[in-house]
């Protein structure tokens, strides 16, 4: 049995607890009350990402928040040949179990970064699941890799750093975690002093463990690969809940793509705009996050 990390005085009035979903476990935390709304995190990233956001959420809706398979707390699996214990597909199916565990059947999503991701597969797999989705500071995956050029590959280098065979990434990273987690969140955060050194201090310590920084690789590998044939199968198909995409006016996502039009062929129903941060909203400017998400949730 896993340690439980608790954090009350990030997310107080939170609840911890271990859910297994298909023999996974999956670290939750749950707190408020009103209709669901589960949150995601990205990249290198922990629940702990939406603190500044989830206590007012909490004030409206029952707001979960997870570690992601191979993140934080979560548990890690091995990866494999074709990297499916890590496809959005297999991520997205957790995520779904754990609200079914807290009798959850239909909730809001919103998903940062590889959050985004697995929201995106998890409202095409379980349409019936999804009320709203929010993703925030991506365009889809396989847009993103059918339109690189030496911009996105200048800007996103660790899409290509990461996906390369075990154990290269992993080796490499593992000179210094702490430089390479640190710079990785340096250059993607725009308003300096934004993440809490708490908070930061709990991305340093789930960096330290060779198992997430393997698991972080085999999410990249699968985004790649895996999860490229699943998009593939499902191109004609359109999310049809309503979808908010925010993004960083200071990162690169809005400077690389016309992120609601991107999104608009994915989806039947897309609005969205910039807010002025990088890549996390969340931490960056969590009050005008919150404005737009008052909007539309």
Known sequence: MA????????LPGFQWRDIEVGGIRI????GGKGPPLLLLHGHPQMHLTWHKVAPALAERFTVVATDLRGYGDSEKPDGSPEH??????????????????????????????????????LALDAPQ????????????????YARTNMEFARRYFW????????????KLISADPDFFLENHIAGQIKIPGSVD????????RCYADPAMRHAACEDYRAAAGIDLVHDAEDDDRRIEVPV????GARGAVGALYDVVETWREKATDVRGHAIDCGHSPQEEAPDEFLRNLDEFL
């Open 27 to 30: 670290r939750t935390a749950r």
């Open 244 to 247: 908010l995409a925010l993004w």
């Open 197 to 204: 050194p708490r908070v930061m201090a709990e991305y340093r």
């Open 159 to 170: 899409w290509f750093f990461l996906i390369q065979p075990d154990p290269l990434p992993e």
């Open 84 to 121: 499916i214990n890590y496809s959005k597909r297999a991520m997205a199916a957790d995520q779904i179990g754990v609200m079914k565990a807290l009798g959850f059947e239909r909730f809001r999503v919103i998903g940062h970064d590889r959050g985004g991701r697995v929201a995106h597969r």
């Open 3 to 10: 340690l439980i990390r608790e954090f009350p005085e990030l």
């Open 129 to 144: 699941a999804v009320e709203k989705l929010v993703v925030i500071d991506i365009a889809p995956t396989a847009t993103m």
